[in-house]
């Protein structure tokens, strides 16, 4: 998946929970999102736990009320339309189950058929007198390929005027091959559109929308479900450093009252911080709906200096970790750079094992597909319990990557679990790009899964006024591979890049070891000494390091479980890739 379109950060916030809906036109009904929040609170309470799995869409269909099946059937799409038209359906042929609305709507299976580069769509239409136009949901089960619609005038000599009602912002394309359905996944392009339809008005989607009323196989279980007592410790920079750091927690929905208490190693000088805290709902899960994440940001910390610190409740007192806030100077300076972690028990103990390994690393950071999917609580409950106490006792600096951000839904659990810097490109960006720095390196920190495009200027300008001897840049996608190269990136990020001398890019995605040779020697005409780093620390399909061009390879190596350690020493870098159990794999110098 290359590209991904920056409209979504606003487009679809009604899924997440952020907007609530209601049709001011049609009151009796309520919203689709509340209507299925009370189905799932029912569900448990009536329903075994062992059972919720084994629900059929029958079964689920006679469980279900009048106006709860009503709500399905007609508030999922809503739109108004100034003259009569006929409604296409675009429904993908390998979903096992039609939409239990769709044959009593009034639509019809013609022959017609649509595709995309990946899939084979069935046609339903029929056609609709001007006014509102009411849809109901892609389904009970998770069909990703959503289905899409478009619209024709009845009248050719009339002018269709469309008012977007839920969601309040709809995206039109004219229908014909070359376009997209799908914002998460925008270089997916229709190639075969029915003569009858060409020109049509299509109406784009996103694939999150299947998640939207999945009862079906829906439900899971935290094997690390929260509790009074506060765990999962994660520490950030929000801002500087030197005199600040983010402490956050989980805990049970019920314990609202959280602070930290913090010393300068070796002092008996307490001070205590409250914190605030966010609620996290994720409605399948069914042992751990509902938690709390805390956050208590400690600033006025002096540079340079250990410090311990435990996390309370109450009167109950947690476990004492340390930290070390940056010096006033820091020429010599190491970090450890994980790549794919997917929550992976494995990926886990190798961050545990790095830490002991190298108690010296001041900071890790990570380059994305932290967790298989991102909008399930339970996969980050396994990322924090598997790497263990090794995020409580030194910041973890992250990017998201297309798993965290997902479907189209954008990446807003990492955004509640993390408390990152919001200095990025505008809001939609903040804590997904945005940069940090440490010693006299500049840390770029991007969300390839947003606009490439769009935060070229944000790139150009925070390089220029960050002057710095190290400039790296992070972010999920490889510019340059032979499995799927990302001309975007190559065209909008990699020339300021050369402009501004960067020196390592890191990147993951891709589930192999890569080292490429200075930029200078295979981009003609450049002068830059920039090199393409990616790595992953999860196991992948393990094929991909044998398709590796020595156009621009130095070395590759297949899919491990994989970490890099940089050590920086004045106008010295050096970065060392090591398996799990502590071989080096490979290593190389940069001096300045």
Known sequence: MKNFNSRLSFYWLFIFG???????????????????????????????????????????????????????????????????????????????????????????????????????????????????????????????????????????????????????????????????????????????????????????????????????????????????????????WDSDPKT??????????????????????????????????????????????????????????????????????????????????EPEIANNFSFIWFGDMHNDPKTGQLAQDATERFPETKFYISSGDLVNTGLHRDDWDKLFSYTGESFARRPFMPVPGNHDSQDGLGAWMLQSLFDLPTNGPGEEYAERSYFFRYGDALFLMMDGTLSIPDQADWLEKTLSENPAKWKFLTVHFPAYNSVEPYPEIQDSWIPILEKYEADLYFSGHFHYYMRSKPLKEFKKGSLSNLIFVHSASAHGKGFESDKQDSTFTVLSYPNDYLYQKIDIKGNKLTLSSYLADGKLLDQFTIKK
């Open 18 to 236: 952020l907007l609530s809906f209601c049709n001011q036109k049609n009151t009796e009904l309520p919203d689709l999102k509340s209507t299925v929040d009370d189905i799932v609170t029912r569900l448990y309470e009536e329903i075994p736990a062992d059972s919720l799995n084994l629900l059929t869409e029958d079964f689920l269909l006679g469980y279900l009320s009048e106006k709860e099946k009503s709500v399905m059937s007609t508030q999922y799409w809503i739109l108004e339309v100034n003259q009569p038209v006929r409604i296409s359906l675009m429904r993908h042929v390998d979903q096992k189950t039609l939409p239990f609305w769709l044959p009593n709507s009034g639509f019809e299976k013609t022959d017609l058929l649509v595709k995309n580069e990946l899939s084979t769509y069935e046609v339903w239409q029929k056609e609709e007198k001007s006014g509102k136009i009411n849809l109901g949901i892609n389904g009970l089960d998770k069909h990703r390929p959503v289905y899409f619609i478009s619209l024709s005038l009845l009248d050719k000599n009339k002018k269709l005027e469309i008012n977007p009602i839920f969601p309040a912002q709809q995206h039109f394309e004219t229908f014909e091959p070359g376009a997209f359905t799908y914002h998460d996944w925008d270089g997916l392009k229709i190639t075969e559109v029915p003569e009858s339809l060409l020109g049509d008005v299509l109406l784009t989607t996103i694939r999150g929308r299947a998640r939207e009323a999945h009862l079906v196989d829906a439900f899971r279980s935290t094997n690390f479900p929260s509790s009074s007592t506060p765990d999962l410790t994660v520490l950030h």
């Open 244 to 325: 600040s750091i983010s402490v956050n927690w989980r805990t049970g929905p019920t314990i609202t009252d959280g602070h930290v208490k913090y010393w300068v190693k070796g002092s008996t000088d307490t001070l205590t911080k409250a914190s605030t805290w966010l609620e996290i709902e994720d409605r399948l899960l069914q042992n751990d709906r509902f938690t709390l994440r805390h956050t208590a940001r400690l600033t006025g910390l002096q540079p340079g200096t250990s410090y311990e610190y435990f996390i309370g409740t109450g009167t109950e007192e947690g476990k004492v970790f340390s930290f070390e806030t």
